[in-house]
C-alpha cells in the first residue's frame, strides 16, 4: 500500500484542520492507520491511530478531546479531525499503515513499516 497525506495548511489558533490519508491497494482496510507528528527540534511523536477493520482508536493526551480519528474503508481514507488547534500543534503530521501491528504498539512511530509524506499544519496564535 502507498499513502499520501494532505490537507495541512495555516490556521488561527482554536481554529479547526482536517487532515486526509489517501491508501492505494485493495487491503487498506486490514491495515491500523496512525498519524504521528515532528518539528525541528522532536522525534516523530504519536498523535492517534485507529485499529484495521476501524477498531478501536487511540490518541496521545496532548489531542485527547480535540483530535478524533476515524475511517471510510470503502474509500480508502483515514481522516485526522483537529479541533480547538494550538500554536503547539504546529508540525509536519504523517500517516502511517501496518498491517501486523499489536494493539500495544500502534503508539511507536518504528512498529510502522509505510508512510505517507507529510503535511504542514501552521497553528497561529
Known amino acids: 500500500v502507498q499513502l499520501q497525506a494532505y490537507g495541512g495548511g495555516l490556521v488561527q489558533a482554536g481554529g479547526s484542520l482536517r487532515l486526509a490519508c489517501t491508501a492505494s491497494?485493495?487491503?487498506?482496510?486490514?491495515?491500523?492507520v496512525g498519524w504521528f507528528h515532528q518539528t525541528p527540534a522532536k522525534q516523530r511523536e504519536f498523535v492517534a491511530a485507529?485499529?484495521?477493520?476501524?477498531?478501536?482508536?487511540f490518541y496521545s493526551d496532548s489531542v485527547k478531546g480535540r483530535f478524533t480519528i476515524s475511517r471510510d474503508n470503502a474509500k480508502n481514507i483515514v481522516y485526522l479531525q483537529m479541533n480547538s488547534l494550538k500554536p503547539e500543534d504546529t508540525a509536519v503530521y504523517f500517516c502511517?499503515?501496518?498491517?501486523?501491528?499489536?494493539?500495544?504498539?500502534?503508539?511507536?512511530?518504528?512498529?510502522?513499516?509505510?508512510w505517507g509524506q507529510g503535511t504542514l499544519v501552521t497553528v497561529s496564535s
Open positions: 491497494g485493495r487491503t487498506f482496510s486490514t491495515y491500523s
Open positions: 502511517a499503515a501496518e498491517q501486523g501491528i499489536i494493539q500495544s504498539s500502534m503508539r511507536e512511530a518504528d512498529r510502522y513499516l509505510t
Open positions: 485507529i485499529k484495521r477493520y476501524g477498531g478501536a482508536t
